[in-house]
């Protein structure tokens, strides 16, 4: 099986940052060949897509992170990362990081955002 698991979530004010960490690890899990995205969950709310990052590094925003967020990887560190600028209450939500593994879709806990004044 495979492990995500998220960290970096905290408290901000409006027009704040944070940064998104998402650690992998699990038997015979290749990282470096695998497709990881973000997704987010407000209360009361579905689940929605955020951002993808493939394995040649190749990159997707949802229309209302684009210009204030970025994805990236490490695969020396087994790792995805959610940089985010300029945030907004809009953006409260648990963030979840998530892959797919021998048919397989893997989540982690989560990490609570919260953008408030």
């Known amino acids: 099986q495979v492990q995500p698991v998220e960290s970096g979530g905290g408290s901000v004010q409006p027009g704040g940052s944070l940064r998104l960490s998402c650690v992998f690890s699990g038997s015979n899990f290749l990282f470096r060949s695998n497709t990881v995205r973000w997704y987010r969950q407000a209360p009361g709310k579905e689940r929605e897509w955020v951002a993808t990052?493939?394995?040649?590094?190749?990159?997707n925003y949802v229309d209302s992170m684009k210009g204030r967020f970025t994805i990236s990887r490490d695969n020396a560190k087994n790792t995805v990362y959610l940089q985010m600028n300029s945030l907004k209450p809009e953006d409260t939500a648990v963030y979840y990081c998530n892959t797919k593994w021998s048919q397989i879709n893997y989540w982690g806990q989560g990490t609570q955002v919260t953008v408030s004044s």
């Open positions: 990052i493939t394995s040649g590094g190749d990159t």
